[in-house]
T-cell receptor
């Protein structure tokens, strides 16, 4: 099982649609979880952190299920500007390469919102 | 505003030359910074963790003699790609976090093209 696995995509949706991204992680010791968005040829930008109780920020809702090691991101009323690659990111404490902890990125899911 | 500044944004160099990339934390001290590499349509891959005042820790498969990391101050880490070759052409991104387990802030990335 890959460390962080996301829907392969790409997703093409019309404006106003609701779209959901799924992500699973393999390390049960993972501590914190994030969704980033990355525009083409740009650096990733934090979209939102993900908490066990679930959290919402405007049109975006993130959910975490620790028992299933599953994270989701829901985008409602999608806009053209939401077109980007969405990265699921997991922070785990382990000693790979000598680091005490590290962030592991999923491959990302490309979303294109069409007019 | 940006909390991590990376320079240069892009560089084109000839095979065999060395390229230095700078990463600065703005308005905060970063004892730890991270260097990532991203090939087209691939996920970000952690290359190394840069520790202020000590040696960097490299991920498996990353040559420490080829990718020299120096973290001489609490606000500056540098990555030097030595004797660059075309296969080193990639998007290099640095990051830092204010506190452990908090989201990472990324520099704007450096697009390296080796001809």
């Amino acid at each position: 099982r890959k460390e962080v696995e996301q829907d392969p995509g790409p997703f093409n949706v019309p404006e106003g649609a609701t779209v959901a991204f799924n992500c699973t992680y393999s390390n049960s010791a993972s501590q914190s979880f994030f969704w980033y968005r990355q525009d083409c040829r740009k650096e990733p930008k934090l979209l939102m952190s993900v908490y066990s109780s679930g959290n919402e920020d405007g049109r975006f809702t993130a959910q975490l299920n620790r028992a299933s090691q599953y994270i989701s991101l829901l985008i409602r009323d999608s806009k053209l500007s939401d077109s980007a690659t969405y990265l699921c990111v997991v922070n785990a404490r382990w000693s790979s390469g000598g680091s005490n902890y590290k962030l592991t990125f999923g491959k990302g899911t490309l979303l294109t919102v069409n007019p | 505003g940006a909390v991590v500044s990376q320079h240069p944004s892009w560089v084109i160099c000839k095979s065999g030359t060395s390229v230095k990339i700078e990463c600065r934390s703005l308005d905060f001290q970063a004892t730890t910074m991270f260097w990532y590499r991203q090939f087209p349509k691939q996920s970000l891959m952690l290359m190394a963790t840069s520790n202020e005042g000590s040696k960097a820790t490299y991920e498996q498969g990353v040559e420490k003699d080829k990718f020299l990391i120096n973290h001489a101050s609490l606000t500056l880490s540098t990555l030097t790609v030595t004797s660059a070759h075309p296969e080193d052409s990639s998007f290099y991104i640095c990051s830092a976090s204010l506190i452990r387990d908090s989201p990472l802030h990324f520099g704007n990335g450096t697009r390296l093209t080796v001809t």
